[in-house]
């Protein structure tokens, strides 16, 4: 099965500071690599995805994803955090599912990010 | 917002007893997910369904039931909840369901479900 990890429970940073929230991989073949956000009491957003291509994927309010296959890593960056920034974040990996030809996303356990003045 | 409806939004009930959450898709997605968010399981994946067929199922106690229907809406059903099934559940949404779906999935704003 794939699994995606987030070594950190939480991450602060002062506003204006890069940012950067980190995910690894356990996949077998090509990965299919997510990032979501979750602000409180909210269903979970899309970010951004990596399915194939270029390493640096680019997504919603300024975000960027770095996929790194000797590493296998998906990190999450952005250049100058905000405080509305503040939030939980989800790296996930899409999981097929022989039986019954369905998918799934496997979540990591997420990394609450916290910007302040 | 994500187009996914979710009802309740929040739901109060007792040991024993039994609930049904429901949950619209967006327009034109065939497929939906339902997910359990709990602090100490975070999201676990219980449930896919696609165009009306169970697609791939997970962590999904025996207690716990779902279906589509043919307007593509989908219930989750709990009976003979416990104290531990206090949680978020979330149901999500896609275009396709199958194994090359490379797509994102679109998720509602989650019913919060309180056993007492």
């Known amino acids: 099965a794939q699994s995606v990890a987030q070594p950190e429970d939480q991450v602060n940073v002062a506003e204006g500071n890069p940012l950067t929230v980190k995910c690894t991989y356990s996949v077998s073949g090509n990965p299919y690599l997510f990032w979501y956000v979750q602000y409180p009491n909210r269903g979970l957003q899309f970010l951004l995805k990596y399915i194939t291509g270029d390493n640096l994927v680019k997504g919603s309010y300024g975000f960027e994803a770095e996929f790194n296959k000797s590493q296998t890593s998906f990190h999450l960056k952005k250049p100058s955090a905000l405080v509305s920034d503040s939030a939980s974040y989800f790296c996930a990996v899409r999981d097929y599912i022989l039986t019954g030809g369905g998918n799934k996303l496997t979540f990591g356990t997420g990394t609450q990010l916290k910007v302040e003045l | ?116």
């Open chain 2, 1 to 116: 917002d994500s187009g996914v409806t979710q009802t309740p939004k929040h739901l109060i009930t007792a040991t024993g007893q039994r609930v049904t959450l429901r949950c619209s898709p967006r327009s034109g997605d065939l497929s939906v997910y339902w997910y359990q968010q709990s602090l100490d399981q975070g999201l676990q994946f219980l449930i896919q369904y696609y165009n009306g067929e169970e697609r791939a199922k997970g962590n999904i106690l025996e207690r716990f039931s779902a279906q589509q229907f043919p307007d593509l809406h989908s219930e989750l059903n709990l009976s003979s909840l416990e104290l531990g099934d206090s949680a978020l559940y979330f149901c999500a949404s896609s275009k396709s369901g199958g194994g090359l779906n490379t797509g994102e999935l679109f998720f509602g704003e989650g019913s919060r479900l309180t056993v007492l």
